[in-house]
């Protein structure tokens, strides 16, 4: 979702791969059982990420968190946000959507390559 998001902007300080990155590490603390702080000690993340991840202010905290609030329906946070990156919500509304049939397509994919398809 990230990722999608960050590819409809024009001049963000990270790249879509690096929103890639971003959007997958934001559940690491909790994958890992311990803080964020800790689980990104092992990763050589550029510091705008670390950030993010971090909660800290700036550009990919603002983008985790538009991401995390329209996954939990709270629009008036979505709102704030979008206006804070300057993208539209019907932008990320699509993105969104995009996001969830791209996984949607892995996971199948995967399926039909599993043996016997379970």
């Known amino acids: 979702f990230c990722q999608k998001i960050v590819e409809t902007m024009p001049k963000f300080p990270i ?24 689980a990104l000690k092992q990763l050589p993340l550029p510091q705008d990420l670390s950030d993010g991840l971090l909660g800290r202010p700036g550009p990919c905290n603002d983008l985790l968190q538009i991401c995390t609030a329209y996954e939990k329906g709270r629009w008036t946070k979505v709102s704030r946000y979008s206006e804070t990156l300057r993208v539209p919500v019907h932008i990320i509304a699509q993105n969104y959507f ?17 043996p016997n398809g379970k």
């Open 98 to 114: 995009d996001a969830l049939e791209h996984v949607s397509n892995i996971w199948a994919s995967l399926m039909r390559s599993a």
């Open 15 to 38: 790249d879509s791969d690096a929103a890639y990155l971003l959007g997958m590490f934001s559940t690491l603390d909790a994958l890992l059982e311990v803080s964020m702080s800790e």
